[in-house]
Nanobody, 115 residues
Framework: QVQLVESGGGLVQAGGSLRLSCAASGSILGIVAMGWYRQAPGNQRELVAV???????NYADSVKGRFTISRDNAKNTLYLQMNSLKPEDTAVYYC?????????WGQGTQVTVAS
């Protein structure tokens, strides 16, 4: 019912910035939260940032102060502004949409940070 498409990944130097976008389509009513997760090779998928339907935001400690999550409800789009990027941020970043009954995932977008 829901389709999520991420974009904006790429290769950047340490200290640089990227903005990821997630365009949602389909049956997107009744959203509890949307967020960004990432997974590096050999690691578990981890939470980066989430924003609830009520506007409550949580960040992973490793990105707090550097990343900003936001949404544009009119465009059905979720964003992740990433500043002061570090090599440790290298991962595939996934968009997530959560309802009470289900989770939906995008295909992911690769972010690579070179030192």
């Amino acid at each position: 019912q829901v389709q999520l498409v991420e974009s904006g990944g790429g290769l950047v130097q340490a200290g640089g910035s990227l903005r990821l976008s997630c365009a949602a389509s389909g049956s997107i009513l009744g959203i509890v939260a949307m967020g960004w997760y990432r997974q590096a090779p050999g690691n578990q998928r981890e939470l980066v940032a989430v924003i609830t339907s009520g506007g409550i935001i949580n960040y992973a400690d490793s990105v707090k102060g550097r990343f900003t999550i936001s949404r544009d409800n009119a465009k059905n789009t979720l964003y992740l502004q990433m500043n002061s990027l570090k090599p440790e941020d290298t991962a595939v970043y996934y968009c997530n949409l959560r309802r009470v009954i289900a989770n939906y995932w995008g295909q992911g977008t690769q972010v690579t940070v070179a030192s």
